[in-house]
């Protein structure tokens, strides 16, 4: 599955950003990833869901400003970033992970897309 990651910016603390993960072709039981890194910082993990979209995760470090959607209909995952703050500021990836039952959002990540950064400041 071909991913490609979309809709950063460069925005002012407190505002909103949605991301966009596309995917080339259809990505029927695949699980989508949400990363990102920051200069100098390990990737980190934000946020999955599941091919149906029963299944999802929130990193503790965005929880309640971060929200991961689905549309299957237009293969795409939305990553909905509410309340930005300076230390949001990265590179933000997608990748896809297979996802038997339809129903695990975790599993072994790949198929890297291009990232796109997002900045923001104080």
């Known amino acids: 599955v071909q991913l490609q990651a979309s809709g950063g910016g460069s925005v002012q603390a407190g505002d909103s950003l949605r991301l966009s993960c596309a995917a080339g072709?259809?990505?029927?039981?695949?699980?989508i990833g949400w990363f990102r890194q920051a200069p100098g910082k390990e990737r980190e993990f934000v946020a999955a869901?599941?091919?149906?979209?029963?299944?999802?995760y929130v990193a503790d470090s965005v929880k309640g400003r971060f929200t991961i959607s689905r549309d299957s209909a237009n293969y795409t995952v939305y990553l909905q970033m509410n309340t930005l703050k300076p230390e949001d500021t990265a590179v933000y990836s997608c990748?896809?992970?297979?996802?038997?039952?339809?129903?695990?959002?975790?599993?072994?990540?790949?198929?890297w897309g291009r990232g796109t950064q997002v900045t923001v400041s104080s």
């Open positions: 072709r259809a990505f029927s039981f695949y699980s």
């Open positions: 990748a896809a992970a297979q996802d038997p039952t339809g129903d695990t959002w975790f599993g072994n990540f790949g198929s």
């Open positions: 869901i599941s091919w149906s979209g029963s299944s999802t």
